[in-house]
């Protein structure tokens, strides 16, 4: 990709003005609440979020939950229940050996006996003291998300879609049914589903008319497509060709942000390349990842202090990456990042 020039940055800017970029609250408001939970949801929508984001796995009995992996080990209190300690196994989930307990081993009414834990509580302390929260069924977050006394989306993303063919348990039709008993099947509709994986997105393609999201890793090529040997990369997806491609069976590309904007070696934010703009000349729109508000996650520059934990200058980030033009973007901290398109876009009219 090439580094974008002035020029253009400020037609980015201009574009980006003329239709205010969503807020996809990333697990829910997870900065301040364990992710994927239904209080984290209820917390991003409180907090202007248009859209919270399911990861969606599938249990024994074949109902769809939100957890981020499939492996629960690190998301709940599976360890503490001794009845489930024979449960614990080693499987190889997309080329990776894992030993944990995972949801396809348990049935729904299982899963609820268990609670949620806080995935990073040395990084979110105040996470950890939210000890009741239950596993979510994909249902529940719909139903939430239809209650809404506002309008607000939901962006699900099929977790491991190989994987869990390859047992048995296809995540593409029972997803579309959800959502269609949800009452969504239109292109208009305020859905986006997403995806690291090329073939299952294709596939979805041919079930739904709702809109289709390729998510892009900063340098890991869709495992799919590495167990089909087609030697697709990271770079050959973000080309201008790359993207024609994309655009073929998807509506959006959800990259990495630093495939925007790069870091030197010690940390500090480069000028961003071209994908927004080359991606935007595809007919795609585009929300880059993730967006979090501890110093640990930003640029040397907009971090305040040493301290890895400690909240820097999140806005800064917001700032640049809405005036890169930018369609939405996926935050942990969905109400700082709802402030600061209000901020950008007040500007922008100045």
């Given at each position: 990709?090439?580094?974008?020039?002035?020029?253009?940055?400020?037609?980015?800017?201009?574009?980006?003005?003329?239709?205010?970029?969503?807020?996809?609250?990333?697990?829910?408001?997870?900065?301040?609440?364990?992710?994927?939970?239904?209080?984290?949801y209820a917390r991003?929508?409180?907090?202007?979020?248009?859209?919270?984001?399911?990861?969606?796995?599938?249990?024994?009995?074949?109902?769809?939950?939100?957890?981020?992996?499939?492996?629960?080990?690190?998301?709940?209190?599976?360890?503490?229940?001794?009845?489930?300690?024979?449960?614990?196994?080693?499987?190889?989930?997309?080329?990776?050996?894992?030993?944990?307990?995972?949801?396809?081993?348990?049935?729904?009414?299982?899963?609820?006996?268990?609670?949620?834990?806080?995935?990073?509580?040395?990084?979110?302390?105040?996470?950890?003291?939210?000890?009741?929260?239950?596993?979510?069924?994909?249902?529940?977050?719909?139903?939430?998300?239809?209650?809404?006394?506002?309008?607000?989306?939901?962006?699900?993303?099929?977790?491991?879609?190989?994987?869990?063919?390859?047992?048995?348990?296809?995540?593409?039709?029972?997803?579309?049914?959800?959502?269609?008993?949800?009452?969504?099947?239109?292109?208009?509709?305020?859905?986006f589903i997403q995806?690291?994986?090329?073939?299952?997105?294709?596939?979805?393609?041919?079930?739904?008319?709702?809109?289709?999201?390729?998510?892009?890793?900063?340098?890991?090529?869709?495992?799919?497509?590495?167990?089909?040997?087609?030697?697709?990369?990271?770079?050959?997806?973000?080309?201008?060709?790359?993207?024609?491609?994309?655009?073929?069976?998807?509506?959006?590309?959800?990259?990495?942000?630093?495939?925007?904007?790069?870091?030197?070696?010690?940390?500090?934010?480069?000028?961003?390349?071209?994908?927004?703009?080359?991606?935007?000349?595809?007919?795609?729109?585009?929300?880059?990842?993730?967006?979090?508000?501890?110093?640990?996650?930003?640029?040397?520059?907009?971090?305040?202090?040493?301290?890895?934990?400690?909240?820097?200058?999140?806005?800064?980030?917001?700032?640049?990456?809405?005036?890169?033009?930018?369609?939405?973007?996926?935050?942990?901290?969905?109400?700082?990042?709802?402030?600061?398109?209000?901020?950008?876009?007040?500007?922008a009219a100045e």
């Open positions: 990709m090439r580094r974008l020039p002035a020029f253009a940055m400020a037609l980015s800017i201009a574009a980006s003005a003329a239709a205010a970029p969503v807020v996809i609250a990333h697990r829910g408001a997870s900065g301040e609440r364990p992710e994927h939970t239904i209080a984290a991003a929508i409180e907090q202007g979020a248009d859209f919270i984001e399911p990861d969606l796995v599938m249990t024994k009995d074949d109902v769809l939950v939100i957890r981020h992996e499939n492996d629960i080990t690190d998301t709940t209190d599976v360890a503490e229940h001794p009845e489930f300690a024979g449960r614990r196994t080693r499987k190889t989930i997309d080329g990776r050996a894992v030993t944990g307990w995972f949801t396809e081993d348990f049935t729904l009414a299982e899963l609820k006996t268990l609670h949620a834990r806080e995935r990073l509580p040395k990084l979110r302390p105040a996470n950890a003291d939210w000890r009741g929260e239950r596993i979510a069924t994909f249902d529940e977050a719909l139903a939430l998300v239809r209650s809404s006394p506002r309008k607000i989306g939901i962006y699900p993303e099929t977790k491991h879609p190989t994987y869990f063919a390859s047992i048995g348990k296809p995540l593409e039709k029972a997803l579309v049914d959800a959502l269609a008993r949800a009452g969504f099947t239109r292109a208009d509709d305020p859905v995806s690291f994986e090329v073939s299952n997105l294709k596939a979805l393609r041919t079930l739904t008319r709702l809109r289709l999201v390729q998510l892009i890793e900063g340098g890991t090529p869709p495992y799919d497509q590495v167990v089909a040997g087609t030697g697709l990369t990271v770079a050959d997806m973000v080309s201008p060709e790359g993207l024609k491609a994309i655009a073929g069976y998807a509506d959006a590309i959800g990259p990495y942000k630093l495939l925007i904007e790069p870091r030197d070696a010690a940390g500090r934010a480069q000028p961003p390349t071209t994908l927004v703009r080359d991606a935007h000349a595809a007919g795609l729109l585009v929300h880059p990842w993730t967006f979090r508000s501890e110093n640990g996650f930003l640029a040397v520059g907009d971090r305040i202090g040493t301290d890895e934990a400690a909240r820097g200058d999140a806005a800064a980030e917001y700032a640049r990456f809405l005036g890169y033009g930018v369609d939405g973007l996926f935050s942990d901290f969905p109400g700082e990042a709802v402030a600061a398109r209000a901020a950008f876009v007040a500007k």
